[in-house]
């Protein structure tokens, strides 16, 4: 191993997300690592957290034409329009090679519908080597024509009804940012922490979901101004990257303060992790793990650098686990 080798194991940031044993507190975020095993030969997957898998949906999507991927300032935009191979195919060719991947694999889930979600999150849950589905919220829900990620009473239909097929997964919930402002948030936080009086189900004994990931891109879009027209054949899309990173710090922040702290539901923080700081910045506002997307793309193998990063912030902080730092913010008196 050569020395500058990231150890294995190291203590200091080896964690939990809802009892789910993670090497280190980086996963890659979905849609940015490929359906599954892409990145390994950009990086080693054995030195990551977990790999979120693209989003999958009950049928196969093309996604939106192109151009639907593109660089903005400090960002990434894309409209990439949930492309996947769809829930057969990935539980034909890819879920048979999950239990070989050497890091957690959580399966992430997009539907139009309840029945959809239901669908790909039953299909998950045979998958021994799946241990966690995370939900991704932030798609229309045609019957109701809004977003599910946006609408409480719908998200807690939605949590309630995947969770009863959930017989072993963990269920995550990736919350979308543009249900802004910390009472709103927080209360479609809520309805994904508590849907029902219902009992409690599922692995960690919880009604509603385990972990949730906050947050999602930011609808946004570029104009061509000498063409007048917009740069993404979709016109609108999702800003991913250093530009949103200070408004999921302050999600995530809010989050945790209204709602998961008191539930001790574990979050997830989602954007713009380029840098171990970027890393730390959401474990001081309650996160317990973070996850990489737009960060790939400028260096695959940068979730290796945030994990020892933070290793280093760990120690220098005299803390004996980045668990012993997650909301330890210091707020001014
Ligand atoms: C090209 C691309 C594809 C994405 N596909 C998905 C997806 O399939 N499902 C999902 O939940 N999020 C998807 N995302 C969002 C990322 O998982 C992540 O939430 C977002 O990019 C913010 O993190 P970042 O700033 O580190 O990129 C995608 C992002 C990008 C840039």
Known sequence: ????????????????????????????????????????????????????T???????????????????????????????????????????????????????????????????????????????????????????????????????ELVREVRAVLTRTRLFVKLSPIANGPLKLAEVARAAIEPSNSAPSGPNQRPGCDALCVAN???????????????LANVTGGLSGPAIHPIAVKLVHDVYRTVARDSQTPIVGIGGVLKWHHAAEFILAGASAVQVGTGLFADPSCPVGIAKGLESWVRRQGAGNIRDLVGQLALPA
């Open 217 to 231: 891109t930011m609808p946004a879009m570029a104009i061509d101004v000498e063409t007048r027209r917009p740069r």
């Open 54 to 156: 693209k989003s999958i949906t009950r049928l196969p999507r093309e996604g939106n034409p192109t151009w639907r991927i593109l660089p903005v300032d400090a960002g990434m935009l894309n409209a990439i329009g949930l492309a996947n191979v769809g829930m057969d195919a990935f539980i034909r060719d890819y879920a048979p090679r999950a239990a070989s991947v050497p890091t957690t694999v959580v399966g992430s889930i997009s539907g139009f519908s309840i029945e959809d979600f239901v669908a790909v999150a039953a299909a998950m849950n045979a998958v021994d080597a799946i241990p966690a589905v995370e939900l991704n919220v932030s798609c229309p829900n045609v019957k109701h024509n809004t977003e599910f990620g946006s609408d409480p009473p719908l998200l807690a």
């Open 1 to 52: 191993m050569p020395t500058d080798a990231f150890p294995m194991t190291a203590p200091a940031i080896a964690t939990t997300l809802a009892g789910l044993p993670l090497r280190t507190p980086v996963l890659l975020a979905a849609g940015t690592a490929g359906t599954l095993t892409e990145m390994a030969d950009a990086l080693d997957l054995s030195r990551v957290g977990a790999v979120v």
